[in-house]
């Protein structure tokens, strides 16, 4: 990855790190989404170093915020999340040497139903699911974080229909993004593939993230907490459905 390709990514993840930091939501899917549609490194690099970051901000923000968890439902979707990380890695590596048409097919659509998700705020339940439910929700996480470092969706719908304080929420969906980034990079780093290359990407974008969080807590944009949750839907959409639309040619001509 050449100096052009880094301080692009690095840009990429600037713009996603502010998304996030006013939103709540966004940084992996719009960094997975943009360097995939511009093609700047191979999803395999990208998700690496997204796993990272996400660890990195997650090992700032969980200590504090252990109270208020239902511990029940987090180790169901433990249970889910472990082996599904392990089994998308796996699958990573089979699609981008035999199939980066439909990797990137899946990725348009995990990033569309994100988008999706993350307009929609889910009816709450009367009574709390099963242990079931949340570790097939933990599954799904969990494969598409290991597919590209990207776990939230499945879960945040899953926890949000929950009877639950919002504020206990958000602690047990912190510790399971943290539980699943943890277990990719050690996944990754027991096989020897988090190569210099990650570890330059992951060690620039740090300083990178930490600076623009703080910009955007200190200087929110003058709009309406709506408005952005909508420019965020938009953008996901934008990029979820070009990724779409430009792997359909390529799956169809490999037919």
């Known amino acids: 990855m050449d100096g052009g390709t880094q301080l692009a990514l690095l840009l990429i993840v600037a713009v996603a790190t502010y998304f996030q930091t006013v939103t709540g939501f966004g940084l992996g899917m719009i960094v997975m989404g943009a360097t995939s549609g511009m093609q700047l490194a191979s999803v395999a690099t990208v998700a690496a170093v ?7 901000n997650s090992v700032v923000a ?10 029940r439902a987090a180790r169901a979707a433990i249970l889910g999340i472990l082996p599904a990380i392990v089994a998308g890695v796996v699958l990573l590596d089979f699609l981008s040497a035999t199939a980066a048409g ?5 990725l348009g659509i995990v990033i569309i139903q994100g988008s999706v998700g993350f307009a929609l705020r889910p009816v709450q339940l009367d009574e709390r699911s099963s242990d079931f439910s949340f570790a097939a929700s933990g599954f ?16 945040i719908f899953q926890f949000y229909r929950q009877p639950m304080d919002a504020v206990a929420v958000r602690n047990i969906l912190l510790l399971l993004f943290s539980v699943t980034s943890a277990t990719r990079s050690v996944y990754l780093g027991v096989q020897g593939r988090l190569d210099a290359e990650i570890w330059t ?3 620039l974008a ?3 993230v930490a600076l623009v969080t703080i910009v955007g807590r200190r200087y929110p944009p003058p709009l309406a907490a709506r408005t952005m949750r909508r420019l965020v839907f938009m953008l996901l959409m934008a990029i979820g459905a070009y990724l779409v639309m430009s792997a359909l040619p390529t799956i169809v001509a490999g037919w």
């Open 62 to 71: 969980l200590p504090g915020r252990m109270h208020g968890i239902d511990w």
């Open 102 to 106: 439909i990797l990137q097919l899946l």
């Open 50 to 56: 997204v796993s990272l970051v996400s660890l990195a």
């Open 140 to 155: 799904f996480s969990g494969l598409s974080g290991g597919l590209f470092g990207v776990a939230g969706p499945p879960l």
């Open 201 to 203: 990407v992951f060690a």
């Open 206 to 208: 740090l300083p990178v």
